[in-house]
């Protein structure tokens, strides 16, 4: 059998001569491309055949199993593929609705939904969803449900690639496999239960102890894990939206798959009681830099963060713990262990925040900073070009807005502990490839003479994980990043210096006027203080920002030359 990356150039899955992707590892089968295919032999060694991987096989007759299929019975595909349902106006044992619905003949069960509609109810009385019974519906948007329903079964809305909303009055109390359910929904932007069983769209079970589904089209990049939640399921699976997700401390169990396929994932926080991170949680998180991995975590299992190619994982336990499968670690993604504890103590939400509630999003929003930085953008705008920001009035405004916003926003610090800790390391590590690349370029150079290279590094762009995006902030952002209005922005590395006096010292913690208990042994480098304490930079303004960009000066004693990087 040929195996190849496959066309979409993704690392984390291959692709065989009949169009079957299976995972990096070839454990998984993961979906089928061929729809022409009538009989496939699954390759040895693969464990696990997704549920609805041949969904779109119409013409598929058989399939044989390895012995290392353990799941097979319930994959079988021939429980996955459906064609259009049609019944005999005769046959006593289906009923249709108004709409050409199929029910069971008690009219308990719905087993199949015409492709054609765009919005469906399903009728009162309604127990069951049956497996697959909306699969394949392309056009469908929305699909409501009575409270009569129990049981959602598995692929019950597969492949619905334009269904936006779901809603069920009471929350059903078997949804038997939720990945297999919404699988390929990418539109999904809400799951709605009205007894309370969801929250912004995203599904909980179990009084939300249990998270249960995030949807595919969720748009939010950010995404905070209520402090009910003690154990998260495959619910985030291959959502490529998420950027940005923090795990609180209530959260014992990360289930199989929990955060795979998450490719755009940059940032998670993993709260200190979390005790079981299961096989593949965070596998194919393609763009996750680092992660901190608590002690309180016994047991690791098979593959956690396969195809993480960009990661350095961060254990705060000294040494592997017994119990951490052998394979955790399988593709030897750098490890630090001993890694210092960091604070944990995160906003969480329970339930939907009272109006009353100003948040930090609430507050960077409303209308007293708008009105401020509305007029530090026009200040900026109408400014003669010879003229410093202080003779315009934006010097003023610019610390005015700081100070406002840092008033507010630092009664909250454990908040954003998470994103602080993100950001100073995340210029830590800038400043560390910047100085290095400063080196390889003096070295290069100073055979031609006397020679001073000097590097300056900065953030590149406005950080797409800012809470609050808008014209407005682009326009703001592009004020705050010119160095005449907001000196010593950029920030200046020369050859010769050594990295730790670059820095203020590799040990040292630069954490004036942050509190000393949350921020104790964090490290935060002089640079961290430089930007939020000498500038006009609100520290919200800096702790989203993860991406950063440099240019070297090349100053010779006859000529100097700058070079970008």
């Given at each position: 059998m040929i195996m190849s990356n496959n066309s979409n150039n993704n690392a984390n899955t291959?692709?065989?001569?009949?169009?079957?992707?299976?995972?990096?590892?070839?454990?998984?089968?993961?979906?089928?491309?061929?729809?022409?295919?009538?009989?496939?032999?699954?390759?040895?060694?693969?464990?696990?055949?997704c549920e609805c991987a041949f969904a779109k096989c119409d013409k598929l007759r058989q399939v044989h199993y390895p012995e290392s299929v353990s799941n097979k019975s319930f994959c079988e595909f021939d429980s996955c593929w459906y064609k259009d349902f049609t019944i005999d106006k005769n046959d006593t044992n289906y009923k249709t609705d108004i709409l050409g619905a199929v029910y069971s003949a008690d009219r308990k069960r719905l087993i199949r939904c015409p492709k054609d509609l765009r919005v469906y109810v399903a009728i009162n009385g309604t127990e069951v969803i049956g497996e697959g019974a909306f699969i394949n519906c392309e056009k469908l948007e929305q699909v409501c449900f009575p409270d009569s329903v129990t049981t959602v079964e598995n692929c019950a809305f597969a492949f619905c690639n334009n269904l936006k909303s779901v809603k069920f009055s009471k929350s059903p109390t078997k949804v038997l496999n939720p990945l297999s359910v919404f699988k390929e929904c990418r539109k999904l932007e809400e799951i709605i239960v009205k007894d309370g069983s969801s929250v912004d769209g995203v599904l909980f079970a179990h009084n939300m102890m249990h998270l249960s589904r995030y949807p595919l089209g969720k748009p939010d990049k950010r995404y905070v894990i209520p402090d009910t939640v003690v154990s998260i399921g495959p619910a985030f699976y291959d959502c490529k939206n998420l950027e940005d997700v923090v795990i609180p401390d209530s959260v014992e169990l990360i289930e199989i798959l929990a955060f795979a396929g998450c490719s755009e994932l940059r940032?998670?926080?993993?709260?200190?009681?979390?005790?079981?991170?299961?096989?593949?949680?965070?596998?194919?998180?393609?763009?996750?830099?680092?992660?901190?991995?608590?002690?309180?975590?016994?047991?690791?299992?098979?593959?956690?963060?396969?195809?993480?190619?960009?990661?350095?994982?961060?254990?705060?336990?000294?040494?592997?713990?017994?119990?951490?499968?052998?394979?955790?670690?399988?593709?030897?993604?750098?490890?630090?262990w001993g890694a210092k504890k960091q604070p944990t103590n995160i906003l969480s939400i329970s339930k939907p925040a009272?109006?009353?509630?100003?948040?930090?999003?609430?507050?960077?929003?409303?209308?007293?900073?708008?009105?401020?930085?509305?007029?530090?953008?026009?200040?900026?705008?109408?400014?003669?070009?010879?003229?410093?920001?202080?003779?315009?009035?934006?010097?003023?405004?610019?610390?005015?807005?700081?100070?406002?916003?840092?008033?507010?926003?630092?009664?909250?610090?454990?908040?954003?502990?998470?994103?602080?800790?993100?950001?100073?390391?995340?210029?830590?590590?800038?400043?560390?490839?910047?100085?290095?690349?400063?080196?390889?370029?003096?070295?290069?150079?100073?055979?031609?003479?006397?020679?001073?290279?000097?590097?300056?590094?900065?953030?590149?762009?406005?950080?797409?994980?800012?809470?609050?995006?808008?014209?407005?902030?682009?326009?703001?952002?592009?004020?705050?990043?010119?160095?005449?209005?907001?000196?010593?922005?950029?920030?200046?590395?020369?050859?010769?210096?050594?990295?730790?006096?670059?820095?203020?010292?590799?040990?040292?913690?630069?954490?004036?006027?942050?509190?000393?208990?949350?921020?104790?042994?964090?490290?935060?480098?002089?640079?961290?203080?430089?930007?939020?304490?000498?500038?006009?930079?609100?520290?919200?303004?800096?702790?989203?920002?993860?991406?950063?960009?440099?240019?070297?000066?090349?100053?010779?004693?006859?000529?100097?030359?700058?070079?970008?990087?």
């Open positions: 291959i692709t065989d001569n009949f169009g079957v992707v299976y995972s990096a590892d070839g454990k998984r089968l993961l979906k089928c491309l061929n729809e022409d295919l009538q009989e496939y032999t699954v390759r040895e060694g693969t464990e696990n055949v940032s998670v926080t993993i709260g200190k009681s979390v005790k079981v991170i299961d096989s593949n949680a965070f596998s194919g998180c393609t763009k996750l830099t680092s992660v901190t991995i608590p002690k309180s975590v016994k047991y690791m299992g098979n593959n956690v963060f396969a195809g993480c190619d960009n990661l350095t994982i961060y254990c705060e336990a000294k040494s592997q713990p017994k119990k951490w499968e052998e394979d955790w670690n399988r593709d030897n993604i750098p490890v630090v009272n109006k009353s509630t100003m948040t930090i999003k609430n507050f960077l929003e409303s209308g007293p900073i708008q009105k401020i930085e509305r007029e530090i953008i026009h200040a900026y705008n109408q400014r003669p070009l010879f003229l410093r920001p202080h003779a315009s009035g934006g010097k003023h405004l610019l610390e005015a807005r700081k100070i406002i916003i840092n008033d507010f926003v630092l009664q909250h610090q454990a908040e954003l502990m998470p994103d602080i800790i993100a950001f100073n390391d995340a210029l830590r590590e800038a400043l560390r490839r910047t100085y290095q690349r400063t080196k390889e370029v003096y070295d290069v150079c100073k055979a031609l003479g006397d020679v001073h290279v000097t590097a300056e590094c900065y953030m590149d762009g406005y950080p797409p994980l800012h809470p609050v995006q808008n014209e407005d902030r682009e326009a703001l952002w592009e004020v705050l990043t010119d160095n005449s209005w907001n000196p010593e922005y950029n920030l200046l590395i020369h050859n010769g210096e050594k990295f730790g006096d670059l820095i203020g010292g590799e040990d040292d913690n630069w954490n004036e006027h942050l509190d000393p208990q949350l921020t104790a042994d964090l490290h935060l480098i002089m640079q961290f203080h430089t930007l939020w304490e000498h500038t006009g930079f609100a520290i919200t303004d800096l702790i989203y920002c993860r991406d950063f960009n440099s240019e070297f000066e090349i100053d010779y004693s006859e000529y100097n030359i700058l070079s970008g990087k």
